[in-house]
């Protein structure tokens, strides 16, 4: 089993940066998969946010965060880390950490799901 752990949420007001953060923990984990941030805002589906390789060396963003958000893992590659600057009223959502991905912005792809961590953003 592989457990995903989402932390760093909470209300921020607009143009303030939050990081967040995913703790991958089971015995199955490996610190080769893609690990990768979701969100999903009221009365909408959850989109893709951004993916790391397992190395890090590879990102992928949504075009509605890049320049904003970074993605980006520890040492261990077993927890991922999604800084978020300039937050606008939009990226309120719930954000949830997936891993296990073979297509890093398709969700249908990952494994494993976190339980997600709200972000909410005030004007």
């Known amino acids: 089993q592989v457990q995903l752990v989402e932390s760093g949420g909470g209300l921020v007001q607009a143009g303030d940066s939050l990081r967040l953060s995913c703790a991958a923990s089971g015995r199955t984990f490996s610190s080769r998969y893609v690990m990768a941030w979701f969100r999903q805002a009221p009365g909408k589906e959850r989109v893709f946010v951004a993916a790391?390789?397992?190395?890090?060396?590879?990102?992928y963003y949504a075009d509605s965060v890049k320049g904003r958000f970074t993605i980006s893992r520890d040492n261990s590659k077993t927890t991922v880390y999604l800084q978020m600057n300039s937050l606008k009223p939009e990226d309120t959502a719930v954000y949830y950490c997936?891993?296990?991905?073979?297509?890093?912005?398709?969700?249908?792809?990952?494994?494993?799901w976190g339980q997600g961590t709200q972000v909410t953003v005030s004007t």
């Open positions: 790391s390789s397992w190395s890090a060396g590879t990102t």
């Open positions: 997936a891993a296990g991905g073979t297509v890093q912005y398709a969700q249908e792809s990952y494994t494993y």
